[in-house]
């Protein structure tokens, strides 16, 4: 039992160590003032981070992942699928080849991101590639519409995540209100 919680305290331990490395990198992210042109269509390498439970997250010392640039939303920003090499062919991933090889973008996981992120570009995406891309992403966001049961309102008890907020704090629309 006790050699369990060694390995516990030991990969918590591990954890903070990658996390705290993410926030210090993201630091000279953010006071980084070059801005990279980027186009829709376009794959780069971003430093997406460490995130938490099953968001994607970057490998690697600059937490690089592959993406692909969804929507320019402006000079700054753009929407982001992120790209992964395992090939899932449902309803949550899109199947794109490029440069000869199959991905698999992510559907679920769109990210806006600030172009302050962007690492390197490796290419672009065919035309006909990224149109099937829009109607996979199109569907999948339809895929819960009102009709179908996509939308849930119960005037219920408040749930509240009792880890991430305040002891003394009862109701979150204190929060709200104050």
């Not at 903070?16 to 042109?37: A, S």
């Not at 968001?55 to 402006?74: A, D, H, Q, S, W």
């Not at 440069?99 to 990210?111: F, G, H, M, P, R």
Request: aromatic share 12%.
């Amino acid at each position: 039992m006790e050699e369990m919680t060694n390995f516990q305290e030991s990969k918590a331990f591990q954890e903070n160590e990658v996390f705290d490395n993410w926030n210090n990198l993201k630091k000279d992210i953010h006071t980084n003032k070059n801005r990279i042109h980027f186009r829709q269509g376009e794959i780069w390498f971003v430093s997406i981070g460490q995130n938490i439970g099953y968001e994607v997250y970057g490998k690697g010392e600059n937490f690089l992942r592959p993406v692909i640039i969804f929507r320019k939303i402006n000079k700054n920003t753009f929407m982001a699928l992120p790209l992964t090499s395992k090939i899932k062919d449902d309803k949550f991933h899109c199947i794109v080849e490029f440069k000869d090889k199959q991905n698999s973008a992510i559907l679920t996981q769109v990210k806006t991101i600030d172009a302050k992120r962007l690492a390197y570009k490796t290419g672009n995406l065919d035309k006909n590639v990224f149109e099937k891309l829009e109607k996979s992403f199109v569907e999948f966001y339809d895929l819960t519409p009102l009709a179908r049961g996509g939308y849930t309102h119960q005037d219920d008890e408040q749930r509240v995540n009792k880890e991430i907020l305040p002891n003394n704090i009862e109701n979150v629309n204190e929060i709200v209100q104050g």
